[in-house]
């Protein structure tokens, strides 16, 4: 055994790296040639979409990735050119961003934080991503957002709809088209005011987290406001599968409206639970009892099946509006994939064109310049009617509208129908309202 | 050297070389090349690889030595993570208080759930412990925090905001995690030629650690401490009835992986800011359990090789989509290319958990020992191949094994 000499040679070699490694740091501060993180320098660019391609969400994120590839051919000019059609700003040619091919990388955030930023983080170091996109929970958002402002690339949320998105937690590089619990609440409380009265005892069953939180603060205040008295509001745990021991307790509590502030997989069981229990064919207080689901979406309404039937709810958008925007995105989409698009993946969709567009208007990639143009822009066409990107939180307005469980469907696609499309001046509200107050957008990042 | 023998002193260099070259070793593609998309050299996923690793280390000094198997330390992960966000939140954004103390935290934590949970052994030991998570994971979801008291900003995670007091903040230190002003996000790219080597800043504070902590854990491996854990994990009835009490020696390792894992969090927290409480869950209890015995339970090295592969395919293969391989397969007859991305797409992308999964089933069967064992067993044949060609003038046949 000749160990020794190789020890020798090894304890030279590795004092010799440690050395470099030690020395290495301070050559890190010098700052590199580029504008701003991955400028991109060659005849294409990359933008990152980070969905939840597993785990409870797992269903709307791989929608969400079907629009986004849509909307990658559309800016390329492939396809039938969708909603660049009816977009009313025509800076897009249909051939890339600023002549540029659009290229993109996808990667799962398992609805975990964690993963999340793990999966946006090696888009932007490994793979150049300029932009992000996706997503569908607001932690996941959140978190996201927080790591594309340090980063310094544009985040355009997908599905989140928790007000701390555009809250407490914005930020200058973070962008959202989606509408929030804030206007769930705005636009659902008159059309429950015509529907059920002005006299009803509302019981809140929530799904105890950040977004459960702070649905329930919207629905509460906004229902209260028509004269609705809230009986209790109930936290359940985000893993619950059964909520038949929340259930019971609705019955004799004097309530005439059950809440249910959840979403997905728990929204689908509580309901079912709470149709087991004959909730809808109880009489209290003289009147009929009603559920109302304030935050609805077509991938939950499939799951639950007959249940949904009559039940109230709101949403971003959906497929049967009758507008140019969404007759042309559902044409395209369903000729690709054979199906209507989902409201989160509109969002998705409407988001990569908003990028797109603010980077041709502004001329560069440079964050900065994107968050400019993006910025109090008002546009139409896009499948939401007249939309402004409000500057002071970075949220867009439009109009919100209420859905409630088709009674009839035609089709495995026809779950829901249109009650009623609230106009945006009743969902807008101050920058500054107690319920999104606290937060700082602070300056936006160029990176490097 | 070190107090280390010969064999030792060379596994710590191998270790040293390839954490210090790993910017090299892990980007072997030229960028923009089809097999780029199989580099794991940028920051994120290499400081990954040496957090987890610390984490494994740990985890083997009490799987491995006690054989007590806890399926909670992903609580002293995340207890870790959350006491160094508070300290960026409330002193300064220099991540040397938020390690030490983190690693404090962990500890402490791991002594109290270390003393209720070694009153049992074998499968009792594995529940209580993975109650103990489970119960800090919903306490950090939920119950902490309310919005009257917030300690853990629940699902969206604890983060630093602009309002928070970072009393030590100097008024041009970097606004985000640093060491004495060199900020952790820092990174030098070198282009030589076709191929490009992130050097990031983070990593080589991550890589150090990792050696320190390596070599503590040789040290604890060789010691008469060491030795007492092993007995324990061979026989601890008979160790019982020598009068010996075996239990402030698992109480320690137990604490000692604890803080481990502790100081693992603390280091995720100052390479990226924010914690989760996702960190805590028994899923991610479960991860560690499969990096070391992916990687070898009880040998030195395998819980961080085991580390490394778990992580390299959570990484690199969740993110091929269709796109990827229609690209690689692109000179393939139509039919011929859509049939072969059929066939691998389940194991892609998405799948990325089927293919991690079959690899460790082929790893358990085939290599109980780990991905060591298959090392050892490589060199072991071409050590005899070595020795045979001595031989082989004379015309004999070698052994098959």
């Known amino acids: 055994m000749t160990n020794k000499s190789v020890t020798r040679r090894g304890v030279l070699k590795s004092g010799a790296v440690a050395g470099t490694g030690l020395a290495l740091p301070t050559i890190f501060t010098a700052s590199s040639a580029a504008a701003f993180t991955n400028e991109p320098t060659g005849s294409s660019v990359t933008l990152g979409f980070n969905v939840p391609q597993t785990g409870p969400y797992a269903e709307e994120g791989n929608d969400e990735l079907l629009a986004q590839q849509l909307a990658v051919e559309h800016l390329n000019g492939e396809g039938d050119g969708g909603c660049l059609n009816t977009f009313s700003s025509k800076a897009l040619q ?27 983080k090696s888009m932007i170091e490994k793979d150049g991503a300029i932009m992000i996109n996706g997503g569908s929970s607001s932690g996941v958002a959140v978190a996201v957002q927080g790591l594309c402002q340090e980063a310094g690339v544009i985040f355009m949320a997908g599905l989140t709809h928790a007000n701390d998105t555009t809250g407490k937690d914005k930020k200058a590089n973070g962008f959202r088209h989606f509408f929030n619990a804030y206007m769930s609440g705005a636009a659902l409380a008159p059309v429950l005011a015509a529907e059920m009265g002005k006299e009803r005892r509302a019981y809140h069953l929530t799904a105890d987290y950040n977004w459960g939180w702070t649905q329930e603060e919207s629905i509460v205040a906004s229902t209260e406001a028509l004269g609705w008295e809230t009986v209790n509001t109930v936290k359940t745990p985000l893993a619950s599968t059964d909520f038949s021991s929340y259930i019971a307790p609705v019955l004799n509590s004097g309530a005439d409206v059950l809440v249910l502030n959840h979403y997905g997989g728990n929204m689908v069981n509580s309901l079912t639970n709470a149709i087991q229990f004959g909730l809808l064919d109880k009489v209290a207080n003289g009147k009929d009892f009603k559920i109302v689901v304030p935050l609805y979406s077509e ?13 109230l709810g709101s949403m971003n958008w959906n497929w049967q509006l009758q507008d140019e925007g969404t007759k042309a995105f559902v044409k395209s989409f369903g000729e690709k994939y054979g199906k209507p698009p989902s409201n989160s993946a509109q969002t998705c969709y409407a988001q990569v064109l908003l990028y797109a567009d603010a980077v041709e208007r502004a001329g560069t990639f440079n964050p900065c310049g994107v968050v400019e ?14 939309t402004w990107y409000r500057g002071a939180d970075h949220q867009c307005f439009k109009d919100v509208l209420v859905v409630r469980g088709n009674q009839n469907p035609t089709n495995a696609y026809d779950t829901l129908e249109i009650v009623e499309i609230t106009p945006r001046a009743q969902v807008e509200y101050d920058p500054e309202h107690p319920m999104f107050a606290g937060g700082d957008l602070g300056k936006c990042n160029p990176g490097a | 050297m070190l107090g280390l023998n010969k064999k030792d002193t060379s596994l710590l260099i191998i270790v040293a070389i390839l954490t210090l ?25 290499m400081q990954r690889f040496v957090i987890f690793g610390i984490f494994a280390i740990g985890f083997n000094i009490l799987f491995g030595l006690t054989g007590y198997l806890s399926f909670g330390h992903a609580a002293f992960l995340g207890v870790g993570s959350y006491s160094a966000v508070w300290m960026f939140k409330l002193l ?51 119950v902490l925090s309310n919005p009257k008291f917030n300690l853990t900003n629940g699902e969206t995670g604890l983060q630093v905001y602009a309002d928070d007091p970072q009393i030590l903040q100097g008024a041009n230190a970097p606004d985000l995690p640093h060491l004495f002003g060199l900020p952790m996000r820092a990174t030098y ?24 902590v390596f070599y503590l854990a040789i040290r604890i491996f060789r010691s008469p401490f060491g030795m007492m854990l092993r007995a324990v994990k061979s026989n601890q009835q008979r160790m019982n009835y020598t009068g010996l009490n075996s239990k402030p020696y698992t109480l320690a390792a137990f604490v000692i992986s604890g803080m481990y894992a502790g100081l693992a969090g603390g280091l995720m927290a100052a390479m990226d800011p924010l914690a989760g409480a996702e960190r805590m869950q028994w899923t ?25 592969f778990i992580k390299y395919f959570e990484n690199i293969f969740s993110k091929i989509n269709d796109n990827v391989l229609h690209s690689w397969f692109a000179f393939l007859p139509d039919g011929l290319e859509d049939a072969v991305v059929f066939l691998i797409h389940p194991f892609i992308g998405k799948g990325w958990h089927l293919t991690l999964g079959i690899l460790f089933m082929l790893v358990v069967i085939y290599l109980p020992g780990g991905l060591v064992e298959g090392g050892q067993r490589l060199l072991n044949r071409f050590k005899r191949r070595k020795t045979g060609t001595d031989d082989a003038p004379s015309g004999k046949t070698e052994p098959a094994e």
């Not at chain 1, 143009?373 to 007249?386: I, K, R, T, V, Y």
């Open chain 2, 189 to 212: 790219t070198m282009d030589v030629g076709a191929w490009s080597f992130d050097f990031n800043a983070g990593y080589y504070l991550c890589a150090v650690i990792m050696m320190a």
């Open chain 1, 94 to 120: 249909g051939n890339g961003i600023l002549g540029k091919k659009v290229e993109f990388v996808t990667g799962d955030t398992q609805t975990k934080s964690d993963a999340a930023r793990a999966s946006a």
């Open chain 1, 373 to 386: 143009a993006l910025e109090d822009f008002e546009f139409d066409g896009l499948g939401n009617g007249p």
């Open chain 2, 21 to 45: 070259l790993a910017p090299f070793i892990l980007n072997p593609f030229p960028e923009g090349s089809a097999m780029a998309q199989f580099n794991a050299g940028y920051p994120d996923l």
């Open chain 1, 299 to 311: 991938l939950m309404a499939a799951g639950a099946g007959e249940n949904i039937k009559g039940v």
């Open chain 2, 284 to 308: 991610a209890s479960g991860e560690v359990v499969l990096m070391t015995i992916l990687g070898g339970t009880g040998t030195l090295i395998g819980p961080v090789l085991g580390a490394g």
């Open chain 2, 92 to 142: 300064s954004y220099n991540v040397i208080p938020a390690i030490a103390l983190s690693v404090v935290v962990a500890g402490l934590f791991s002594l109290l759930i270390g003393f209720v949970s070694l009153r049992r052994s074998g499968i009792y030991f594995s529940i209580l412990t993975l109650a103990f998570a489970q119960m800090s994971f919903a306490l950090a979801y939920s």
